[in-house]
């Protein structure tokens, strides 16, 4: 009896677990060591483009196939076996990947002991569009959209520190 009132508390909390990791923004994969998900969000299917129907708790990564280009995850370029073979040698990555129509990921991939992997994915594409349009208010005139030659005549923080009157500069 107390046995079944454990598992039942157990299958409410795995139900509150993936409600909650739905409900974030980033994707998040866990992969054990045979290559089978453990764990994952929607948003994690979404940014990977795996239909959320053909992915599983257990699935192996050899079955799973990207729903726009029909290739199986499991082709050595996809983003999940690149993550898998670099976390196999202990390493935590980061990186950022372009992947769709455009969209700019955050991907953030530690190793597990035993040789699984937890991976969390981060849209940035809002992000890097912002750091691009003030990199251009920063180069370019905004009324006539040519290079300011202001911006790009002043010294970079090395070319400042090096310069002969640094003092100078600094102190005025």
Known sequence: MAELA???????????????????SEGITIIDADDKLV??????????????D???????LHDLVVSETGEKVSDPGSLLIQQLDVSRQGKPQFFEREV??????????NPIPGGGVITLYTDITERKAFEKRLIDMATRDELTGLIN????SLPSPRTRKSAPNAKAMSSA
Not at 6 to 24: F, H, K, M, P, Y
Not at 149 to 152: C, E, F, K, L, T
């Open 6 to 24: 454990t598992e039942s508390v157990a299958q409410e909390n795995w139900g509150l677990i993936t409600q909650s990791l739905d409900r974030l």
């Open 39 to 52: 764990l994952f969000n929607t948003q994690a299917a979404e940014y990977l483009g795996i239909e959320t």
């Open 54 to 60: 053909s992915i599983a708790v257990g699935v192996s």
């Open 100 to 109: 769709g129509e455009g969209k700019i990921l955050s991907v953030r991939a």
């Open 149 to 152: 030659p202001v911006a790009n």
